[in-house]
């Protein structure tokens, strides 16, 4: 498999009056052709905001990439007029919203908001861009797709106002489809259909998936390689196997001990003690040792950095030496 986005070193602050916000931080990443790349963390890690820096949806001011590459099909994005980025967005790379009643416009129908895509990008008429958007809100398992491409957002339930953003967002055949929390606003069994579709929509047009979420339970069943962020940094990195099989930073573990499990005798879930830090104002070393069972001395004083600890297998921490 090769290559389709590589970003590397990026560095994506926001400048505020109370000071600099560092929401990614020298992140690098690597998602392959027809891959499904998992981007796990709490709230606030910078997983949204490295999506949103790759197709240039930083507010500016205050946000700004300020250095780093982000590369896709040869190209480095962070170079990108807007009318070239505007080429890809929609096209080569779509974007699936974490909810969709604040993403579609309330003042267009279903099909409008998808056959604008189409039109824009597709070099087809209106006509044809309708039949097609109807096609895919049959191919996204919308029931009557020829009447509720005349339905306005809010005549939707929530599963289906999400089967529709996928419609839009598959629309084009994207190379790569960024997923920023695609079920959260959806209960157990429309969650359960929202990923057999997306699965089903990925082979059949080897799409790559950019998976944004903190729901572990996702990550295992739709992702092939796991990356685990925390205040800005990535912190672990390995295929899906590993990181349930051997997870080694303390912050991993403490993520999966909190998973619920079936049959378990234990009345309490764990959980990780303490808060993510304050982004303006980070403590020294390393950023997770406030909260870290294992954190030594030398955790308090320098920041680890990300190492091969084994093949294909990554991690930032300072219990764990870097084979060469």
Request: net charge negative; glycine share 6%.
């Amino acid at each position: 498999m090769g290559e389709l986005l590589s970003i590397k070193n990026l560095k994506t602050y926001f400048y505020t009056e109370d000071g600099v916000i560092k929401a990614v931080d020298d992140v690098s990443l690597t998602i392959r052709e027809g891959e499904t790349l998992g981007v796990v963390g709490e709230s606030g890690c910078g997983k949204s905001i490295t999506a949103m820096s790759i197709l240039k949806l930083i507010p500016n001011p205050p946000g700004k990439i300020v250095s780093g590459e982000i590369i896709f099909e040869g190209k480095d994005l962070t170079k990108a007029t807007d009318s070239e980025i505007r080429k890809i967005r929609g096209n080569k790379i779509s974007v699936i919203f974490q909810e969709p009643m604040t993403s579609l416009n309330p003042v267009f129908t279903i099909g409008d908001q998808i056959i604008e895509a189409i039109v824009l990008h597709q070099n087809m008429n209106r006509e044809q861009a309708r039949e097609k958007a109807i096609d895919m809100l049959k191919l996204v398992g919308i029931p009557r797709a020829n009447e509720v491409v005349d339905a306005y957002p809010h005549e939707l339930s929530g599963g289906m106002r999400q089967r529709a953003m996928i419609a839009m967002a598959m629309a084009c055949n994207p190379k790569l489809l960024i997923a920023d929390e695609p079920t959260t606003a959806l209960d157990v069994t429309i969650q359960a259909q929202i990923l057999d579709l997306m699965r089903e929509l990925k082979n059949k047009t080897n799409t790559s998936i950019m998976l944004i979420t903190h729901d572990l339970g996702v990550v295992a069943e739709m992702a092939d390689h796991v990356v685990v962020m925390y205040a800005g940094k990535i912190v672990e990195e390995a295929d899906v196997f590993e990181i349930f099989k051997n997870p080694l930073h303390p912050y991993t573990i403490g993520l999966l001990e909190s998973k619920p499990i079936l049959n378990q005798d234990k009345e309490r879930l764990n959980s990780i003690p303490g808060q993510v830090p304050n982004p303006l104002n980070m403590p020294e070393g390393c950023y997770f040792h406030p909260r870290c069972s294992k954190a030594m001395d030398i955790c308090r004083k320098e920041q680890p950095k990300l190492c091969s600890v084994k093949d294909g297998h990554k991690v930032a921490c300072h219990l764990y030496k870097e084979v060469k």
